[in-house]
């Protein structure tokens, strides 16, 4: 499971999608390829919008584990520590936590490892990539937000692409690297060239008139 995290993947992420058609939105990207999909928790605090929980993530886990992908839980809350069993019995295949709320980051990590998911980790577009500087060797994911997190649809900032090829260099090559926010079928390709191999895409993949179709064209953009 950790090898996924290594693949070149458009990422879709269900925050721009049809609350109401979960399961139907799932399948449509995952019918045209996608292996992972991105999932964001917001609690109102961290960031200001509230989004879902575990019960919801239990309701689409089997959506995605039944076409062979992988649930990518990205937590945009405080005290994440306080639910990290319970998004990994609801179904998380990786969950992400951000440095900015975690006083025991080595700590966290390392309890979603022993709950049995892998590890990701998140900084805000203005955190240092160097605050990674002992996480680095215990995480599976570093996630670099490249737009303040809490909403979809914002428009990239255009420092991120810099951040995305020191972080390549930064990390060990084992960890992998996701961007999140803002990314299009026009800047996907330079974001994989400077490094990132998991593009999350929210309002590009699930705001276009047909979500497969707007899948497709990303992965073509990366190659894929
Ligand atoms: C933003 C979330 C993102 C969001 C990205 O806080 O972490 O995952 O879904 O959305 P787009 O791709 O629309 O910028
Ligand atoms: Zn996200």
Known sequence: MAAILNELLITPSILSADFGRLDADIATVMDAGARLVHVDVMDGHFVPNITIGPPVVKAIAPAVHERGGAL??????????RYI????????????????ACVHLHRTLAQIREAGALAGVALNPATPLETLSEARAYVDLVLIMSVDP???????????LDKLRRARAYLPDVVGIEVDGGVSAANAAELAAAGANLLVAG????????????????TAAIGG
């Open 72 to 81: 990518d839980v990205h937590l945009m809350i405080e005290h994440p520590e």
């Open 85 to 100: 069993e319970a998004f990994v019995d609801a179904g998380s295949d990786a969950i992400t936590v951000h440095q900015e």
């Open 150 to 160: 809490g909403f979809g649809g914002q428009r990239f900032i255009a420092t991120s």
């Open 203 to 218: 309002n590009s993949v699930y705001g276009a008139p047909d979500a497969g179709d707007a899948f497709r064209e990303l």
